[in-house]
Nanobody, 115 residues
Framework: QVQLVESGGGLVQPGGSLRLSCVAS????????MSWYRQAPGKERELVAR????????YNADSVKCRFTISRDNAKNTVYLQMNSLKPEDTAVYYC????????WGLGTQVTVSS
């Protein structure tokens, strides 16, 4: 059974930090590129960051460059998103995504940035 389980979301003040984690199971993690997406209320789901299978190549959306960092630990079947200097506009549900021959999604974790 394929599972992507996100954790680490919560309420944080502007300028704060959070670290999201996504633990994968049920598929060969090392064959899949991993991504974080987010969806704010009333908006479409958007790509935040992506990392290749080995972890050497990453992509960040312009809106999060220099603030968010994606990484992965293939020994732990886990992908992370370190989020610094958070802004209210970063408020969204954050989803973990795995993509190779098939695409898998987690259920999401809520991130709320508010004072």
């Amino acid at each position: 059974q394929v599972q992507l389980v996100e954790s680490g979301g919560g309420l944080v003040q502007p300028g704060g930090s959070l670290r999201l984690s996504c633990v994968a199971s049920g598929f060969t993690f090392t064959r899949y590129a991993m991504s974080w997406y987010r969806q704010a209320p009333g908006k479409e789901r958007e790509l935040v960051a992506r990392i290749n299978t080995g972890g050497a190549s990453t992509y960040n959306a312009d809106s999060v460059k220099c603030r968010f960092t994606i990484s992965r630990d293939n020994a732990k079947n886990t992908v992370y998103l370190q989020m610094n200097s958070l802004k209210p506009e970063d408020t969204a549900v954050y989803y973990c995504n795995a993509q190779f021959l098939l695409t898998y999604w987690g259920l999401g974790t809520q991130v709320t940035v508010s004072s």
